[in-house]
Nanobody, 130 residues
Framework: QAPLVESGGGLVQPGGSLRLSCVVS????????IGWFRQAPGKEREGVAC????????YYANSVQDRFTISRDDAKNTLYLQMNMLKPEDTATYYC???????????????????????WGKGTLVIVSS
């Protein structure tokens, strides 16, 4: 079974909401640095949100601050990304990624667009369009 499996993407109108899920297998979502990253067509991958196991903080990209919320359900071993007030520029494939033994704070992995993460899901597509 793949260690990270995303779901929840789809087509949504501007201003709408979606919740992405990432089911984790083989390790616990708690206690590891894990986050969401995205890649829009023709653009480089970028960090969206990350839960940092080193310092216990949650980090967000400036572009999604106050609109997106990352959370986890330890009982379900699942990571979520609640996305509100979606904009066309949020259109992208969203990936869940994790690093089991992080060397840096989650802010580093966010700003590095996930470079250094150990595991990646296959992604789920989000399209924001009217």
């Amino acid at each position: 079974q793949a260690p990270l499996v995303e779901s929840g993407g789809g087509l949504v109108q501007p201003g709408g909401s979606l919740r992405l899920s990432c089911v984790v297998s083989g390790f616990t979502v708690d206690g590891h640095t894990i986050g969401w990253f995205r890649q829009a067509p023709g653009k480089e991958r970028e960090g969206v949100a990350c839960v940092s196991s080193i310092d216990g903080w949650t980090y967000y990209a400036n572009s999604v601050q106050d609109r997106f919320t990352i959370s986890r359900d330890d009982a379900k071993n699942t990571l979520y990304l609640q996305m509100n007030m979606l904009k066309p520029e949020d259109t992208a494939t969203y990936y869940c990624a994790a690093v089991l033994h992080p060397l840096y704070s989650g802010s580093y992995y966010l700003s590095a667009a996930g470079n250094g993460m150990d595991y990646w899901g296959k992604g789920t597509l989000v399209i924001v369009s009217s």
